[in-house]
């Protein structure tokens, strides 16, 4: 119950926040993706540290040279996730880059089996399909009706919604 | 990654992990937007600029920043519940 509040507040943080920073790119003048990608790091950063110094909230660990590699190498590797997350907005229209979005689950579980050679349940890849489909669907329609993008966008995140559950 | 990287003896709090990677990142960002000369542009577009249409600026970017923080928290939440 709890993971399921906790990604649910993922998705919906989610979905604010790729809406806001469209907003941001596209309407206001401020249309510089890198400055708002350090933007993001140095308040998360910020409001890290406050919680650590004033809220007690935890006791900051130590790693060893292997640990510190390690979790250099992740944080640039997500930290370039989001930055070309921000730089994609100012070229594409939130529904492209949204429906590219939704293709992470099946194209990581085609990189799983093919790199890392993990199998996955048969139940994740057919509820993975779907949302393909609906993929499929949504492009195929994005410019026709309203109505059907309405459907699509709704079927997509109605998907990947009952793929986390 | 993140469900190879933060398990075990390297699961750090999302605190944690927040504060150990912002500074590095905000640094290698920096860099890369001091060379797609965003700074450069950013100054010469807001200078002129009245200052209420500055700090209305700065409000939107700060609230901005807080829903990011918000969402790098409960991402990271999220992978150390999936992945005990």
Redesign the interface.
């Known amino acids: 119950m ?2 399921a509040l ?2 649910a ?2 998705v919906v ?2 979905i ?2 790729g809406v ?2 469209k907003w ?1 790119l596209s309407h ?3 249309s ?1 993706p ?16 406050l ?2 110094t004033l809220g007690n ?2 006791e ?2 130590r ?1 060893n040279k292997n ?1 510190l590699s ?3 190498a ?6 370039l996730n989001v ?1 070309m997350s921000n730089v994609s907005l100012t070229l594409v229209p939130l529904a492209v880059h949204q429906m590219v979005r939704s293709l992470f689950p099946m194209l990581n579980m085609t990189l799983d089996y093919f790199v890392l050679g993990k199998k996955h349940h048969f139940s994740l890849v057919l509820a993975i399909l779907p949302v393909s489909r609906n993929e499929a669907y949504l492009f195929r329609t994005i410019f026709r009706s309203r109505p059907c993008l309405i459907w699509g966008i709704s079927g997509c995140q109605r998907d990947v919604f009952l793929e986390f559950l | ?2 469900s190879i ?2 398990v075990g ?2 699961k ?15 640094y ?3 860099n ?2 001091g060379m ?1 000369d ?2 450069g ?2 100054i010469h ?2 200078l002129p600029e009245p200052h209420s249409k500055i700090w209305l ?1 700065v409000l ?16 990271f ?2 992978t150390n ?2 992945h005990p």
Not at chain 1, 34 to 49: C, K, N, Q
């Open positions: 709890l993971v906790w990604l507040c993922y943080l989610n604010v926040m806001h920073n941001i206001t003048q401020f510089f890198w400055i708002l990608t350090s933007i993001h790091i140095f308040i998360s950063g910020i409001g890290a540290f919680l650590i909230i935890c900051p660990a790693l640990g390690r979790y250099a992740f944080s640039l590797l997500y930290t930055a | 990654m993140a990287i933060m003896d390297l750090l709090h999302p605190a944690d992990f927040l504060f150990k990677m912002a500074p590095f990142c905000f290698t960002l920096h890369v937007a797609m965003e700074y542009t950013a577009e807001y600026l939107v970017l700060t609230f901005n920043g807080l829903i990011a923080f918000f969402l790098n928290w409960t991402c939440t999220s519940l999936l």
